[in-house]
């Protein structure tokens, strides 16, 4: 199932990251992708909202992992720096992947064979100055739940 919206400023893509958190499950897991600057960090500090995150949600560029703790933990990775599919091993996202936390990725495309769980894929495109399409897409029945949600509530 695949879901398109558009938002016209940053703070409806952080109002949409904000309603997909609240829908989330323990141990959900979302990949997020789009170019350097689309907004996916926007999004991600909204799903930390929605997940009841109340520390500053800012970006893993240079740590790798930010976890924070909200309803449940939520671990915040951005893989742009990351050169090779073993220093993932060694970040212990494996643990998170299969833990009971909620794992959003920024970046996951660059290591497309390694990221086989079901999840949200969430993709971010720039459509000018402050317009981003987000597409949504979702297979497995977990997701493809949290989307009908998302389109019922809107
Ligand atoms: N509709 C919008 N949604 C999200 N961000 C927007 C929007 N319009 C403008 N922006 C701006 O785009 C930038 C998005 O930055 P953000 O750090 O979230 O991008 P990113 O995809 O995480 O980049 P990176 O690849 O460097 O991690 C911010 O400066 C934000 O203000
Ligand atoms: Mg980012």
Known sequence: ????????????TEALGQTVGR???????????????????????????????????????????????????????DLYRLEHEEELFELGIEECLDGDGVSLVEWASKFPSYFTWPALTVTIRSRGDTTRQLELYAESKHYVQILQALIMGR
């Open 1 to 12: 199932m695949e879901q398109i919206i558009e938002t016209v400023h940053e703070g409806e």
């Open 23 to 77: 829908l989330l499950f323990p141990g959900a897991i979302i990949l997020l992708d789009g170019d350097l600057g689309a907004g996916k960090t926007v999004f991600a500090r909204g799903v930390g909202r929605g997940l009841d995150v109340l520390a500053p949600i800012t970006s893993p560029t240079f740590t790798l992992l930010n976890a924070h703790q909200g309803r449940v933990p939520f671990y915040h990775f």
